[in-house]
């Protein structure tokens, strides 16, 4: 077998915000730098970030990184890793200043400094108030950030190969990593990127889901290629979910619908959360309203010919106030659900936004397989940032604006952590492991051969609709056992997909179903460790978990006060402390969560 | 006339019709199955400079939110908001 191999002091898979960021450390750093991307830079998903980037910076009322933290810790409804989310909040205001003078067009005060404004979760004084603490530049802070950070690069001499598709990670016999395998789109030819450091910043997973916010892009690359390599994923079970968005789209409805009296129904015509929140009804909080709608779809109560969604019905409103109050909402129904919300309610699911699990790594950005902390049996020469990565600092729901925080920090910590592991390297690589990447490329050569094979789209969408229907925003034990049943019927499936164009140039169906062996990988580890974990924390909610004293809101901390790790062989699970010792404070105590 | 355009460079824009914004992954999956192969090469061209565009412009475009005064990129961003 004749592969190319190219060489490099680092190689980076991803050019989002996090591999950019981590990019820019080591180039500016005089290491030869590679970043590999599906798509150009500034069209990663980061570019869909508006609401902004946290950092207690107190430009406009007194804040502090030790506030931060503790929203943090609790908005992870404590599974996140207290070291970590110390280094991140603490590292926020310098790693955003930093951002400034790369040259981000921050919002700015009149005396110049950083606008900032409130964000859901972020307070004051160990969650005594709302703070302002989102940075932002107007409604495209991803797209701006990226900007930035791509100039930069360029300035820095990063090499970046645009529209190359990372296909496996390399691991020796002692299992360190010694780079990635990866394909050309122009010409389908497989080439070896070896490097003596390799990071994973490629994004997130949300397409395993039939109804997600993300880009098709989002296909868990990272995780697939990490998992085949015999690397565990960390909490998968938990995704947030954000309760409307258009069935079969994804693009989301904003709350502020149901604040102008937009009434959800069934498909009796039902208006049903006057059963489920008598008072608040449709105005009921973000989880309430998920579940109520859940439960009716679950019951047979659901609308059109699958009985998958419901309505939001605005008919009642005032023409007027719905084209003033609710300015784009017309042209999203319209476009993206195919009604006229003037005339027919809009059909609505809750719909997966974002990922908090992903490849294990400490603060540092390495990536760490111990089953005890986060600083023993590291993968040498292998680092992981952004969504792909589980730090971890959202631990069980992430805090809105913390998630470009964490690109930032993190991209910058692996960076720092990659120029020091890359000075203790021999100059001469060593000499590569064949036989995992003859794996890689059989992999691509099972697919162009497969006769009467699985069609890729059917596939696909048979793991979308049991991952939503099983393992959605509101869980239930038995669809949670069936859904492991299904779950792994449907990777069968995908062990025999087929494509019908076999052709070398820009093949778009063999990269997608190249990515849909990815996908399969992560709801796989989604729908086995969300059927292993039997209490409520943050974004994982089970109807069996009851909320009594011991356990409130059905979290259970005496058995499940740990992290997941998935494991591909086997679908093994393992389970591993959190980390309850902060860097230089003191541990934030367990409490329930509740604002 | 779909045959004047070179169909390499048609599948690299293919590809590049995946964009970091899901609402336009979803208007140009519909422009792809119903418009694309249809093209005459001066639309082509024009749907090739449009991806050049920034996704949030690109998208404010579609959307309608701003107009071009490109006459030339009129008849596809008339098209991108008509599928
Ligand atoms: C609609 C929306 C709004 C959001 N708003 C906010 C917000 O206001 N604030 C906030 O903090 N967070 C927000 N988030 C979350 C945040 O945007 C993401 O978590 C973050 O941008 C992820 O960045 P990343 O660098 O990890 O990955 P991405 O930006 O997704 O980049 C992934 C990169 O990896 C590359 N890649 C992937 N697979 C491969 C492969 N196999 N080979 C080669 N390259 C590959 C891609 O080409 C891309 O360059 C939002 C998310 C969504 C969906």
């Known amino acids: ?595 | 006339m779909s045959e004047l355009i070179d169909p390499i460079e048609k599948k690299r824009v293919r590809w590049r019709s995946r964009r970091g914004l899901l609402e336009l992954d979803l208007v140009l999956t519909r422009f792809l199955a119903e418009r694309y192969d249809q093209l005459t090469p001066d639309e082509f061209a024009a749907y090739v400079r449009i991806l050049d565009l920034p996704d949030t412009e690109f998208l404010e475009l579609v959307n309608g939110k701003v107009e071009t005064d490109d006459v030339t990129l009129a008849p596809i961003v008339a098209m991108l908001r008509s599928v």
């Open chain 1, 1 to 595: 077998m004749n592969v190319p191999v190219r060489h490099f002091d680092a190689v980076i898979v991803g050019a989002g915000g996090a591999g950019m960021r981590a990019a820019l450390q080591l180039s500016e750093a005089g290491l030869k730098t590679a970043v590999i991307s599906k798509v150009f830079p500034t069209r990663s998903h980061t570019v869909a970030a508006q609401g902004g980037v946290s950092a207690s910076l107190g430009n406009s009322e007194k804040d502090h990184w030790h506030w931060h933290m503790y929203d943090t810790v609790k908005g992870s409804d404590w599974l996140g890793d207290q070291d970590a989310i110390e280094y991140m909040c603490r590292e926020a205001p310098k790693v955003v200043v930093e951002l400034e003078h790369f040259g981000m067009p921050f919002d700015r005060n009149d005396d110049g400094t950083i606008y900032q404004r409130p964000f859901g979760g972020h307070m004051s004084n160990f969650g005594e108030k709302p703070v302002r603490r989102a940075c932002a530049a107007a409604d495209r802070t991803g797209h701006a950030m990226l900007h930035a950070l791509y100039q930069r690069n360029v300035r820095a001499n990063t090499q970046f190969f645009v529209e190359w598709m990372a296909l496996d990670l390399i691991r020796d016999a002692d299992g360190n990593v010694q780079g990635v395998v990866a394909m050309e789109m122009e010409t389908s030819e497989i080439v070896v990127f070896q490097a003596k450091a390799t990071l994973f910043a490629t994004g997130g997973a949300g397409r395993i889901y039939a109804s997600s916010t993300n880009a098709f892009i989002n296909t868990g690359d990272g995780l697939g290629m990490a998992a085949r390599a015999g690397i565990p994923l960390e909490d998968m079970e938990f995704w947030q979910f954000h309760p409307t968005g258009v069935a079969g789209a994804g693009v989301l409805i904003t709350e502020g619908v149901r604040g102008e009296g937009g009434i959800l129904r069934n498909s009796d015509g039902e208006r049903f959360m006057e059963r489920y929140a008598p008072n608040a009804k449709d105005l009921a909080s973000r989880d309430v309203v998920s579940r109520a709608m859940v439960t009716e779809i679950n019951e047979g109560r659901g609308c059109g010919p699958n009985k998958d969604h419901v309505l939001l019905d605005i008919t009642h409103l005032d023409p007027e106030v719905i084209m003033s109050k609710l300015p784009g909402i017309r042209e999203i129904s319209i476009k993206f659900a195919g009604v006229d919300p003037i005339k027919a309610p809009i059909p609505v699911v809750p719909t997966c936004h974002y990922q908090m699990g992903g490849i294990p790594t400490n603060y540092k950005g390495e990536v760490v397989l111990s089953t005890t902390d986060n600083h023993s049996d590291i993968v040498k020469g292998f680092y992981a940032a952004g969504e792909c990565a589980c730090a971890s600092v959202h631990g069980a729901n992430r805090l809105g604006t913390n998630s470009l925080l964490d690109l930032l920090v993190f991209g910058k910590s692996s960076g720092n952590s990659m120029i020091d592991f890359i000075k203790t390297q021999p100059e001469n690589l060593p000499e590569l492991n064949m036989a995992a990447i003859e794996r890689s490329v059989a992999r691509v050569a099972r697919l162009d051969g497969q006769k009467n094979g699985t069609n890729v789209h059917e596939a696909r969408s048979a793991m979308q609709r049991t991952m939503q229907a099983h393992c959605g925003v509101f869980r239930f034990k038995d669809m949670l056992a069936q859904g492991v049943a299904k779950i792994l019927e449907v990777e069968e499936m995908i062990k025999t997909i087929e494509i019908a164009d076999k052709s070398k140039v820009f093949n778009t169906a063999r990269l997608e179903a190249l990515e849909l062996e990815n996908l399969i990988e992560v709801a796989k580890a989604t729908m086995i460790s969300a059927n292993a974990r039997t209490e409520s924390r943050g974004a994982h909610v089970r109807d069996d978990a009851e909320d009594t004293p011991a356990n409130p809101n059905g979290r259970d901390d005496q058995n499940w006060l740990k992290h997941t790790l998935w494991h591909r062989d086997g679908n093994k699970l393992d389970y591993k402390p959190v980390n309850m010792t902060p860097l230089t404070v003191e541990a934030i105590a367990l409490k329930t969560r509740s604002y």
